[in-house]
């Protein structure tokens, strides 16, 4: 239970496709701030179990690379939360300096020990843009991530986090549970920031604030998917005895524990729905060969053939309505390749006169050239570009069962095609491709509350900016939505993190 181009237009609607960041080398470089400290000088700052130096060394070594890799996007070369990407997250990144993390096993205001530190890199955290590591990273790089983020607090040298809060024994889930439950909600006075249900409508739900000053989001307790270190029976029990520290939310460590289990009773009595099963951040997509021709026809009978994959999907503005799920599939034939995208909405959202843009939207992003290397899921960098394909809801898009203005505008009255290619090697580099270059087509059928778009184009292009796609091999592909009903554009939006794509 948490507190918690064509045209300018267009440009700036996909200027943040993805988060904009720099991937950084794996070189040993120190990080500014701590010049100073040798990866020799950084072992006295933390204490792994056991081993020898040189063992703790190199776990150092390996943490700095790798927290260089997939972590300073968001919290900064000296874990502050400064990312280059933090402006456009919300809740905004983890500010680790401070040694106050949320999510622990260990009393209120105690340092988390290092199984907290693991399980929260290893799980991410729902309802925000943190991911779950341990989908696309090994274990070794997962302690070593423990490890190298303490040496952002001194905390970590002065404290040794020993004690953990006992759970106990779960008692029945049962009508009298329940009820006690609820009068406990009441009388601990959770509705006044969660609601009478916990469905967030407390009158002090938008008057809270962190520990550094950033309003702090009050989550529906009725959505399992949004019940930050998880919605099981522990795990919400856990959080009620721990507090999360650093937001509003209390530890309720004073409750007895037959009463916060008749408390943690009552909230997953409220559940609107029983969470599914998470979809791994990182699948694989499988291009199937066909001999057949490929058109941009959605509801083409060929695609019937095609293999389907469920790719998940992270709001980066904490907005629990709407999808997190796609499903993509894949087509290539001698000269074309296709690619078919399907998600839920409840509504159309195309351009219109007299309408606000928040239009929906699709984007497809390629590492250029086919390169599987590291390249972080953002805008791309230095030496490796990547190569975008973006679709938003033009007056060409078909919408069966739905009156739509038959004035609906096109984005760009000099584009027959509602897809527009970019190309970014890093951040502030987005770039337009010329018409010249301009191959990707691409059209959306909206029916029955789904969106489906097919995007197509040539396996491969003169173009040296395009990826390109051969006869066999692998590539990685990424994906964005934007819901225009949830006013969802630019860096609001929901994001994959990058997918293989295989030629079998």
């Given at each position: ?15 943040l ?7 950084f080398?794996e ?15 950084l ?17 150092l ?12 996007h968001?919290?900064?070369e000296q874990?502050q ?53 341990g ?33 106990g ?22 509705d006044?920031c ?9 009158f ?17 307790l009725?959505w399992?998917?949004?019940?930050k ?14 507090g999360m ?28 729905q ?60 001698n000269?074309?390749i ?23 939207g ?18 791309g ?23 739509i ?24 580099t ?7 270059d ?67």
């Amino acid at each position: 239970m948490g507190l918690t181009v064509k045209s300018t237009v267009f440009f700036f609607s996909v200027l943040l496709f993805f988060i904009p960041v720099q991937v950084f080398s794996e070189s040993q470089d120190h990080l500014p701030g701590i010049k100073s400290k040798t990866i020799e000088d950084l072992i006295g700052m933390t204490d792994p179990a056991g081993g020898t130096a040189r063992e703790k060394a190199d776990l150092l070594s390996k943490g700095k690379i790798a927290y260089r890799q997939f972590c300073i996007h968001c919290h900064g070369e000296q874990g502050q939360g400064k990312g280059k990407t933090s402006p456009y997250l919300y809740p905004h990144s983890r500010d680790m300096t401070l040694g106050v993390f949320k999510f622990r096993s260990t009393p209120s205001n105690a340092l988390p020990r290092d199984e907290d530190l693991y399980r929260t890199i290893r799980n991410g955290v729902p309802g925000t843009a943190m991911p779950a590591w341990g989908d696309v990273l090994n274990d070794q790089t997962l302690l070593a991530l423990v490890e190298y983020i303490k040496i952002f607090s001194d905390r970590f040298q002065l404290e040794s986090p020993d004690y953990i809060m006992p759970i106990g024994l779960e008692p029945a889930f049962d009508r009298l549970s329940i009820k006690k439950g609820a009068v406990l909600y009441r009388e601990l006075r959770c509705d006044r920031c969660h609601g009478k249900e916990g469905e967030r409508v407390g009158f002090l739900g938008q008057e809270l604030n962190d520990a550094w000053g950033n309003l702090s989001k009050v989550y529906d307790l009725r959505w399992t998917e949004l019940y930050k270190r998880g919605a099981s029976s522990d795990e919400v029990y856990q959080t009620l005895i721990t507090g999360m520290d650093g937001t509003p939310m209390n530890a309720y460590d004073y409750v007895s524990r037959d009463e916060l289990w008749h408390l943690v009773h009552f909230l997953q009595s409220r559940y609107k729905q029983q969470g599914s099963a998470l979809a791994k951040m990182s699948r694989t997509i499988y291009s199937l060969r066909v001999s057949e021709n490929l058109d941009v026809f959605p509801q083409a009978i060929i695609w019937e053939q095609a293999p389907k994959a469920q790719v998940k999907l992270r709001s980066l503005q904490s907005i629990y309505k709407g999808t997190n799920m796609l499903t993509v599939q894949s087509l290539r034939n001698n000269k074309k390749i296709a690619f078919r995208l399907q998600w839920s909405d409840v509504s159309p959202d195309l351009a219109q006169p007299g309408y606000s843009r928040f239009l929906d939207g699709a984007a497809l992003q390629f590492v250029s050239k086919s390169s599987i290397q590291s390249t972080y899921y953002g805008m791309g960098e230095s030496n490796k570009p990547v190569n975008i394909w973006h679709w938003r809801a033009d007056s060409s898009q078909q919408v069966m069962g739905r009156e739509i203005d038959s004035h609906s505008m096109k984005l760009d009255p000099f584009r027959e095609e509602a897809v527009e290619e970019l190309n970014s090697s890093g951040f502030g580099t987005l770039t337009v491709q010329t018409l010249e270059d301009q191959q990707v087509q691409g059209k959306g059928m909206w029916r029955d509350g789904k969106w489906t778009v097919v995007f197509i184009r040539d396996l491969v292009t003169d173009s040296p900016f395009d990826a390109q796609f051969y006869a066999a091999g692998k590539a990685m592909i990424a994906l964005a939505l934007w819901d225009g009903a949830l006013k969802e554009k630019n860096a609001n939006k929901r994001v994959s993190f990058w997918q293989e794509l295989k030629f079998p």
